[in-house]
């Protein structure tokens, strides 16, 4: 099974989704999820204490009403941002203000570490029995960062693969399909063969709307489909592609009838995903359908209930016939067919973050820094 997930900005705003209608061209650009430059240092001797976090306490309750059980909680160094689940074990990416850490959390006891710091992470992939940590450059001068392949039991670097193009401006930079770990750069969409450590595939990217980077790559959870998405950071319909997962060549594109800024953030089955996208006054999310050798781009059915309000940092999760929304202090659920809001919980003081899929039906949750593992309730179970 494939796995993958990609990060936006690592400044605590971006982090958590939370941008305001006043944005200003960069500030809109951030929320598309463009990672800035961190200015830690990369590498690092992996640390098998699990460090605990030096941070303040945060408040750990959920919302009233939230449609979860918590089984355990788990902390991290820092404050925990980024999720992404592998066979034996969760992976988390923190934040303390000075720089990213990753950190293996075991899925049968929650034991946190080893850790490593990573500078300027842009996405992760788990392929081929490693974790690929895709990186941006230090600078905008500077040659794109090498791909990281990493042991999973102790975050050691096994693999260094150089990579032709930046990775993308977009909010999805990695992913793990047909046996390859793809990249999205700012023109070109890079398979890397994690068997070999080798760039095998280059594919060009960012011809349909000429996108100047705005691009984005998903693949399904069991890696048998790719999907990409391209847009503009001056506004304008967002183009999607599903493509063949082993070459990377297009089965099906549709660029309309959605527009919003940059490239959506994407969550994949093998014959529909969900893009959630910024407009710059507010954000939503839309489905792109396999009809045919077409796709079908439609909006989600609305609910009479929920407030259907997002702001442009949202994120979509499909977690099997279940689709989550996580937008800083509220986390929505709704009904994959149809993307109806089933449930809605917010709070004041909530921060949601990111979601992961984990073992037997159960959620990964980055919330308030913290990692909780939870079994969700009705009506989103």
Known sequence: MAHSKTYGL????????RVTALLIAVGLITACGVAANDSSGSGGTPNGTGSPSTGPARPSALPAKA?????????????????????????????????????????????????????????TAIAGGLLWV????????????????????????????????????????????????WIAGTRLLMGIDPATGSLVKTVNLGTELRSSGWTAVASDPAGTSLWTSEGSGGGGPIAVQRRDARTGAVLGAV????????????????DHAWLAYATGMEGSYFRATV?????????????RTAR???????????????????????????????????????????????LASQPNGRLALAFNGDVLIVRPKSPCA
């Open 67 to 123: 449609p979860f059980t918590v089984l355990r909680q788990i902390a991290v160094p820092g404050q925990a941002w980024g999720l992404v689940a592998g066979e034996r074990a969760l992976f988390a990416l923190s934040a303390d203000g000075s720089g990213t850490t990753i950190v293996r959390i075991d899925q049968a006891t929650g034991h946190a570490g080893p850790s490593i710091r990573e500078a300027n992470v842009a996405g």
């Open 134 to 181: 895709v990186r941006h450059a230090s600078s905008v001068h500077a040659k794109p960062a090498a791909v990281l392949g990493l042991s999973p039991l102790t975050l050691r670097t096994e693999r260094t693969v150089a990579l032709p193009d930046r990775p993308a401006r977009g909010a999805s930079d990695a992913a793990a399909a047909g046996g390859l770990v």
């Open 255 to 270: 660029n309309a009838p959605v527009a919003g800024l940059g490239a959506a953030r994407i969550t994949a089955d093998p």
């Open 10 to 17: 690592h400044s605590r705003a971006a982090i958590f989704g």
């Open 308 to 354: 259907e309000t997002f702001s442009n940092g949202l994120k979509t999760f499909l977690a099997g016939q279940t689709l989550w929304i996580v937008d800083g202090n509220s986390i929505s659920c709704a009904a994959d067919a149809t993307g109806r809001i089933l449930s809605q919980v917010s709070g004041p003081k909530a921060l949601f973050s990111d």
């Open 291 to 303: 009809a045919g050798s077409h796709l079908r781009e439609t909006q989600p059915r609305r609910a």
